[in-house]
């Protein structure tokens, strides 16, 4: 049956800030205590939404979870109404009260791992939200997003969704931060990449030694049999410790994929050779690697620059486009590196740049913003139609967050018991625009 990719973008949620929360994340460390303008990064978002989408894409949206978040911060012992329990947290514990207010959830690469229904023993789509034990504040994000999942992806007869890998240090599952689907049409049996940063279970292997390693090979082998995958579909690969220690995080700032390119460093991988060697040889036909030299481009400008926390996507018109964050225009040896590999013509035919600041600053690109999704006729028909973008819907959002963001947001702020009414008001809109029911525990 014909299938497409689908992306499904966060949708930036009104409490976007800038709290330094993710150690190991370059750009989160940097941007520290600046202000940030929520209805700015919302608004950048859907544009990048709303222009895939006016180029054929199927282009979906996911809503944001509810922050602050103050049912975690009752289960941490914060007590009496809810403005009290901000109040408290906000004397007490500062950072964990910007912990249980961050808008993370916007990168959407990290809400979940899926698999498509043609790699899958039982022919239906799976789902299973990454647990992010790493971060305290993406650990508590799971079950909201998984309950979005649902209630986006609803049909039982097309759509299975599993719960989060246990949650402890041993199962760290990012998402699809570190997963990729390779195939020559997307309705065909592909091979699913799978990298990991460490093995939990066995000390003999390399692993980082300044930053954590997020993701376990063990957490790959659970996603792997809870999405019925053929082991002869599937490839392991560990991520280059080196380039975790040099503030790549995911294997999406480092590498990116689609159909039968991948697109990546020559540092991306251990083993790199053996890496693309069985990519090839499962993949059963022409597997293209464009891989970019340190001496053109190095692990550093990879990492300010987010040059393949890209969208490499499949046209309507059967082009390549690699959609990049306006970062890495502004670096000289990537964009030389860019116009060199168009006029090459190596398999990446244009390239599309999209102003993301409020993102990047956050140290999430393009790829971060997006859940890829294959879904074939029928799937495509199952989907929540309110969650897709088109003119009204563009409208609509814009509108919301007009009324409904603020456009300056510093740490302090968050002490503020009005910023959760506005959250929840928001929020309440939301799910009726797009059809959610109750997915928030306020409305439960």
Excluded at 261 to 290: P, R, S, T
Excluded at 350 to 372: H, I, Y
Aim: proline share 5%.
């Amino acid at each position: 049956m014909k299938a497409l990719e689908a992306n499904f973008d966060g949708l930036v949620g009104p409490t976007h800030n800038y709290s330094g929360l993710s150690f190991g994340n370059v750009a989160s460390a940097k941007n520290q205590a600046n202000p940030s303008n929520p209805k700015e990064a919302a608004k950048q978002g859907l544009a990048k939404m709303k222009a895939l989408s006016d180029l054929g894409m199927v282009q979906g949206v996911l809503a944001p979870q509810e922050r602050p978040d103050v049912y975690t911060l009752r289960r941490l012992g914060f007590t009496g109404s809810d403005q009290d329990v901000i109040t408290a947290a906000a004397k007490q514990a500062p950072k964990v009260l910007a912990a249980c207010c961050s808008a993370s959830s916007m990168w959407t690469a990290n809400a979940a791992t899926v698999s498509p229904s043609a790699d899958t023993a039982d022919g239906k789509v799976h789902f299973t939200p990454a647990n992010l034990t790493n971060k305290f504040h993406r650990s508590i994000e799971h079950e909201v997003t998984g309950r979005i999942l649902k209630a986006t992806f609803a049909d039982e007869g097309h759509f299975v969704h599993h719960p989060a890998l246990p949650g402890v240090e041993h199962f760290g599952d990012e998402g699809a931060a570190n997963h990729t689907r390779f195939c020559l049409e997307y309705g065909e049996q592909g091979v699913e990449f799978f990298v990991f940063g460490r093995h939990a279970f066995d000390s003999r292997f390399p692993a980082p030694q300044k930053f954590p390693a997020r993701h376990t090979f063990e957490a790959c082998e659970a996603v792997a049999r809870l999405h019925q995958l053929h082991d002869d579909k599937v490839v392991i690969a560990q991520q280059n410790p080196s380039v975790i220690d040099a503030g790549v995080f995911h294997n999406d700032v480092i590498a990116v994929g689609n159909k039968n390119i991948l697109f990546c460093h020559e540092q991306a991988f251990l083993n790199q050779q053996a890496v693309y060697d069985e990519l090839g040889l499962k993949l059963g036909g022409d597997f293209k690697v464009i891989e970019v030299p340190t001496s053109a481009v190095s692990v550093d400008d990879a990492v300010t620059s987010y040059l393949f926390n890209s969208q490499l996507l499949a046209m309507p018109n059967g082009d390549n486009v690699l959609v990049l964050p306006e970062e890495c225009r502004n670096n000289q040896n990537v964009w030389a590196y860019i116009e060199q590999l168009l006029a090459e013509k190596r398999g990446i035919d244009a390239v599309k740049v999209f102003d993301l600041k409020q993102s990047m600053a956050n140290g999430g690109g393009p790829a971060c913003l997006r859940l890829r999704v294959v879904l074939n006729e029928a799937e495509q028909a199952a989907v929540n139609p309110n969650t897709l973008m088109n003119d009204t819907l563009f409208a609509t959002l814009n509108d919301w967050v007009d009324r409904n963001y603020r456009d300056r947001l510093v740490e302090a702020d968050l002490a503020d018991p009005q910023l959760l009414v506005e959250s929840r008001t928001a929020l309440d809109e939301l799910t009726r625009i797009l059809g959610l029911g109750a997915v928030y525990p306020f409305q439960r």
